[in-house]
Nanobody
Framework: QVQLVESGGGMVQAGGSLRLSCAAS????????MGWFRQAPGKERELVAA????????YYTDSVKGRFTISRDNAKSTVYLQMNSLKPEDTAVFYC?????????????????WGQGTQVTVSS
């Protein structure tokens, strides 16, 4: 079992920045791939970014490339999502997810553990 706790959400104006953190506990963090998903009202949950167990490979959805950066600190069992140049369309609940696999997964069903979510609101 893995427990995930997100933090760092909030309200920001367009063009601003936020950094989300996700602290994991319960088992060896180094053997799991991590992802950040988001879900806006009335929309499906989508993968925003993901990272392999050692940080050697990352994935970003097209709409956030060049603006968001995913990283992880295995010593702290924490994954981060640095979000810059935020846009109103980034407004959503952001979820941290963990996968019982060292490789990245692209679908929600590939992830085994989920955090409770943190709200990100970007005003225009």
């Amino acid at each position: 079992q893995v427990q995930l706790v997100e933090s760092g959400g909030g309200m920001v104006q367009a063009g601003g920045s936020l950094r989300l953190s996700c602290a994991a506990s319960g088992r060896t963090f180094m053997t799991i791939a991590m992802g950040w998903f988001r879900q806006a009202p009335g929309k499906e949950r989508e993968l925003v970014a993901a990272i392999t167990w050692n940080g050697g490979s990352t994935y970003y959805t097209d709409s956030v490339k060049g603006r968001f950066t995913i990283s992880r600190d295995n010593a702290k069992s924490t994954v981060y999502l640095q979000m810059n140049s935020l846009k109103p369309e980034d407004t959503a609940v952001f979820y941290c997810a963990a996968r019982d696999n060292v490789a990245i997964g692209l679908r929600t069903w590939e992830y085994d553990y989920w955090g409770q979510g943190t709200q990100v609101t970007v005003s225009s």
